[in-house]
């Protein structure tokens, strides 16, 4: 379970057994989404490609609604990824939910917060990494599957106080019986409403061997995630892979990060950096890297950290290092 800092997503493979299950063909779904049949394989998708997907789904089974319960309630217990596995052997209902909040992280986009009061347990869904919405089926599904986590787990048929979703949903008629609550549609967030009560209920599916193995090996994949999920990790990521085109942008990396030029200014001023220190550093460490081959000319060298004429490059390489490239490359190549 290893991560870009960036957007990658994986499908878990009972995504694709589930709508064949529904009779909704793999390759249709790609085709609707306007994408290769080669993402049916692909070991991750980006957002983008992850949203289309869903779009698709939701456009070839008509209404929202049917797809939102057909897909949580069909996906198959075998099919879980690791990540799942690890919520539905917990110990009780809080515990997994506490769980799938934890490691919801390991599988972007959706990002969930769990708030306990009164007599209500609220969770919200929210988006990592991106200021675009994702689309209602996704939306639905996710909020739909942590009430059947519960079911699956305690082995009764649990309802929720309520839901809300802040978009069209379908036959709202078919969610209501579905969740068994009343359905709030055009609400400010998207989220589920539990008894709080229901939280204490023991898991029938509980597992305390298993556990003990996936624990620590996801607590150690989210905690080298996090690390490299930085916004300036990820700003640095992307400037690497686009370095040899030119100059990189704010705007363009912004684009990339579905996020706007002021919300990457302000989340970089929160992690005391800046862009234009991001790339001088990134053309630093990629110069550094790059000098260490020796089959790379030093003008190629310029060239692939985004350097228009190898005379600029000299200069900044001076500044970084207190000498030129030709004598920082014979050195550290005899040493």
Request: charged letters at 25%.
């Amino acid at each position: 379970m290893k991560f870009q800092p960036s957007d990658p997503i994986r499908i878990p493979p009972g995504f694709w057994a589930s709508l064949r299950q529904l009779g909704i063909a793999a390759h249709d779904v790609a085709r609707k989404a306007g994408q290769p049949l080669t993402i049916i394989t692909e070991p991750a998708v980006t957002t983008a490609q992850y949203f289309a997907l869903w779009q698709a789904y939701s456009d070839l089974i008509g209404d929202t609604a049917k797809g939102i319960i057909g897909l949580a309630a069909g996906f198959e217990t075998a099919k879980y990824p690791p990540t799942v596995l690890a919520t539905y052997h917990a110990r009780d209902y809080r515990d997994a939910l506490k769980r799938m909040v934890r490691y919801k992280q390991l599988c972007p986009p959706e990002n969930l917060r769990i708030i306990e009061e009164g007599e209500n347990c609220t969770i919200e869904l929210e988006w990592q990494y991106t200021e675009q919405p994702g689309p209602p089926m996704l939306i639905g599904v996710t909020l739909a599957y942590l009430l059947e986590l519960g079911r699956r787990g305690t082995g009764q048929l649990l309802t929720a106080r309520f839901v809300e979703f802040s978009h069209a949903m379908g036959d709202v008629q078919v969610l209501e019986a579905y969740f068994g609550c009343p359905i709030r549609i055009g609400a400010p967030c998207n989220r589920l409403t539990l008894h709080r009560s229901d939280l204490d209920r023991p898991f029938v599916s509980y597992n305390e061997e298993l556990l003990e193995i996936l624990t620590p090996a996801l607590d150690q994949t989210l905690n080298e995630q996090q690390r490299k999920r930085s916004t300036t990790g990820r700003v640095k990521w992307i400037m690497k892979r686009s370095l040899s085109g030119g100059r990189p942008d704010m705007q363009a990396v912004a684009k990339e990060l579905g996020m706007s030029d002021r919300t990457l200014q302000r989340r970089l001023t929160e992690e005391n950096t800046t862009f234009k220190q991001l790339l001088a550093q990134t053309r630093h460490e990629q110069a550094r890297e790059y000098l260490a081959d020796p089959s790379l000319e030093i003008k190629e060298v310029a060239f692939m950290i985004g350097f228009e004429d190898q005379n600029s490059f000299y200069r900044a390489f001076r500044l970084w290092e207190g000498d030129t490239p030709s004598n920082w490359r014979s050195e550290h190549l005899h040493t």
